[in-house]
Nanobody, 130 residues
Framework: QVQLVESGGGSVQAGGSLRLSCAAS????????MGWFRQAPGKQREGIAA????????YYADSVKGRFTISQDNAKNTLYLQMNNLKPEDTAMYYC???????????????????????WGQGTQVTVSS
């Protein structure tokens, strides 16, 4: 049984940094997408960063490019999201997710196709104050 557990959220001031972690148990897919998504109150869930497991290819939404970095530690089976220069508009619930389907070459699908992801964590709240 696959379980994803996020941690690392919190409250910071604008310009600050946080690192989110997602511990993945029971997840053994290789060459599949894992991603970070976020959902602000009243808004749809959006993909912000994704990585192809085993390959290390990474993709970012324009809103976070240059500020956020997605990475994985295969030994610890953990996904990370380093978030720097945080802005109030980054305030949201952050979720990690994982696919089982092998990556087919579509970075857009990997980054944005929320419905294609099979497993989701419970989320961790990030609040950025101005």
């Amino acid at each position: 049984q696959v379980q994803l557990v996020e941690s690392g959220g919190g409250s910071v001031q604008a310009g600050g940094s946080l690192r989110l972690s997602c511990a993945a148990s029971g997840y053994t897919a290789s060459s599949s997408c894992m991603g970070w998504f976020r959902q602000a109150p009243g808004k749809q869930r959006e993909g912000i960063a994704a990585i192809v497991t085993g390959r290390g290819s990474t993709y970012y939404a324009d809103s976070v490019k240059g500020r956020f970095t997605i990475s994985q530690d295969n030994a610890k089976n953990t996904l990370y999201l380093q978030m720097n220069n945080l802005k109030p508009e980054d305030t949201a619930m952050y979720y990690c997710a994982a696919e089982t389907l092998q990556y087919g070459g579509s970075w857009y699908r990997c980054l944005f196709a929320t419905d294609e992801y099979d497993y989701w964590g419970q989320g961790t709240q990030v609040t950025v104050s101005s």
